[in-house]
């Protein structure tokens, strides 16, 4: 049984930083591409950050030179460390595993190729 747990979220002031965790049990961590992704009130789940088991990385652009991904295969975590933080980023962020080991899916965040997910953590920025 694959589980997928978050940690790290928080309220915080805009400009400041936060570290996302999220570690994983019940699947070969280092043969699975790893992603982030947020969902506001009222709006749809969008991919903010992903990396492949290859270690090659993605990032959309409204968080481009603002947020990293990172991954421990010897922790089965994967981190997102964000900096610079907006108002705007507040969201409920969520981990996930891709569908299958080895896998290359294209493009890399869209959430169809994730299917491991984690129940989320609450990242709340104030202006």
């Known amino acids: 049984q694959v589980q997928v747990v978050e940690s790290g979220g928080g309220l915080v002031q805009a400009g400041e930083s936060l570290r996302l965790s999220c570690t994983v049990s019940?699947?070969?961590?280092?043969?699975?591409?790893m992603g982030w992704f947020r969902q506001a009130p009222g709006k749809e789940r969008e991919g903010v950050s992903c990396?492949?088991?290859?270690?090659?990385?993605y990032v959309t652009d409204s968080v481009k030179g603002r947020f990293t991904i990172s991954r421990d295969n010897a922790k089965n975590t994967v981190y997102l460390q964000m900096n610079s933080l907006k108002p705007e980023d507040t969201a409920m962020y969520y981990c996930?595993?891709?569908?299958?080991?080895?896998?290359?899916?294209?493009?890399?965040?869209?959430?169809?190729?994730?299917?491991?997910w984690g129940q989320g953590t609450q990242v709340t920025v104030s202006s």
């Open positions: 996930a595993a891709e569908n299958h080991a080895r896998g290359y899916y294209y493009p890399p965040l869209r959430t169809s190729n994730f299917g491991y």
């Open positions: 019940g699947l070969t961590f280092d043969a699975y591409g």
């Open positions: 990396i492949r088991w290859t270690n090659s990385t």
